[in-house]
């Protein structure tokens, strides 16, 4: 039985106005949510061009070979840091001119698989027996406007795993401060009025993240002994949501979003920290220094309730941010528009903190968050939004003398 996709209608508009563009060929990447039997497609996003790039196509030789496949998953890789739980990659478009629509199905096929194991090197949660292994590849020809809609298995059983990551699939999540049944639908208490009820409105919950406490010194039983030649400890609170497209949620489906969003956001913030510090080197002073992690903003997308969200390090403005989503999402945002819950961190010197550890830390807020999914998941589904996770995470890497 064959996959059927929904595609929003901000999609098809956005896809319109790069038919307008009259390029020889436009790659990019198609964001939403799957189901079992069905994709959503909520978003979709054209790889930023590169300078060389841009200069081939002004001098009327562009041709499908000049696709940068390295270029289009650091592309995917950058989008992904800013995709909250629930939402994905589902696969990658390419619009071409009529002349270049004949080796379009195999320049797809090999981007989607290169975007596809670059997102696992940066996945830390494993792909349970519900997930679709499935991608999906969109050919749109500029002249025609015809459509060729083709998916891959992208399945691939080496996905890693992390202690810390299992720590975050195995922990107990209290929805409304209630235990519940993973099989159990979310909100019971509405099958009755939703059946009633010609329009369906997205229902707010809050999902509170509980992870077994880590064990201190004091308790182990044996002494641990590991030379090393630096560790980094990781601490604080981060604030979570997470999206969900049923109109018949289940609650395995709400703890899948939340679960996958903490990993996401904290595996993102470590990435840019660690590229920042290799970039321009740790900052000069004492060994034993704090430093924030970048801070989390969520983000309105134009013509729709969706939120994603961007990270801002100490230096940078929200003219920073207002750039680089442009960049990579190729859609505009209003300085007004966007929504820190988390407040930016104020360090103290190590020498200062008596009883704590070296550490990053990531204070926040409370966040109110009213959002809903987009135009046809409003009609579909749930928003699970303002999920505060307040989690202590201790994370310590190692270097082997």
Not at 82 to 111: A, E, W
Not at 157 to 181: H, M, R, T, Y
Request: charged residues 25%; proline residues 4%; contains cysteine.
């Amino acid at each position: 039985m064959g996959r059927s996709y929904y595609v929003d209608d901000g999609v098809e508009k956005y896809f319109s106005k790069l038919i307008q563009q009259q390029k020889a060929y436009v790659t990019g990447l198609l964001i939403g949510q799957y189901s079992s039997q069905r994709d959503y497609a909520v978003l979709a996003a054209q790889t930023p061009q590169k300078e060389d790039q841009s200069e081939e196509t002004k001098s009327g030789f562009s041709k499908l070979e000049g696709i940068d496949d390295e270029w289009v998953s650091m592309h995917a890789s950058q989008l992904g840091h800013m995709l909250p739980g629930g939402l994905m990659v589902l696969g990658v478009f390419l619009m071409t001119s009529p002349d270049l629509s004949k080796d379009s199905q195999n320049v797809l096929r090999k981007l989607v698989f290169t975007v596809e194991k670059s997102s696992m090197k940066n996945r830390l949660w494993n792909f349970d027996d519900d997930d679709v292994s499935e991608r999906v590849t969109l050919h749109i020809c500029s002249a025609t406007k015809k459509i060729t809609c083709r998916t891959y298995d992208i399945n691939d059983p080496k996905l890693g795993l992390v202690k810390w990551a299992k720590e975050i699939e195995d922990s107990l999540v209290l929805f409304n401060g209630q235990v519940k049944d993973k099989s159990a639908d979310l909100f019971e208490e509405q099958k009755k009025s939703s059946r009633s009820s010609s329009h369906y409105s997205p229902q707010i919950i809050t999902a509170n993240v509980l992870t077994a406490a880590p064990l201190i010194d004091s308790t182990r039983s044996t002494a641990l002994v590991q030379p090393c030649k630096s560790s980094l400890t990781i601490q604080g609170v981060v604030k979570c949501c997470g999206y969900i497209h049923s109109n018949r949620p289940k609650v395995k489906d709400a703890l899948q979003a939340v679960k996958r969003d903490i990993l996401n956001t904290i595996q993102a913030r470590c990435e840019m920290l660690f590229e920042d510090m290799m970039l321009n080197g740790p900052s000069k002073g004492t060994e034993n220094e704090v430093c924030p992690l970048p801070q989390r903003v969520f983000v309105p997308i134009n013509g729709s309730s969706l939120k994603l969200c961007d990270y801002l390090f100490g230096d940078e403005t929200s003219s920073d941010l207002q750039s680089h989503f442009l960049e990579i999402m190729d859609q505009e945002v209003e300085q007004n528009e966007l929504e820190f819950p988390e407040k930016k961190c104020s360090c103290t010197q190590p020498e200062e903190r008596e009883s704590e550890p070296v550490s990053y830390n990531l204070e926040s807020k409370p966040v109110d968050q009213a959002n809903s999914s987009s135009k046809f998941l409003l009609n579909k589904g749930l928003l699970i939004s303002t999920v505060v996770a307040s989690i202590a995470v201790i994370i310590s890497f190692y270097y082997i003398i």
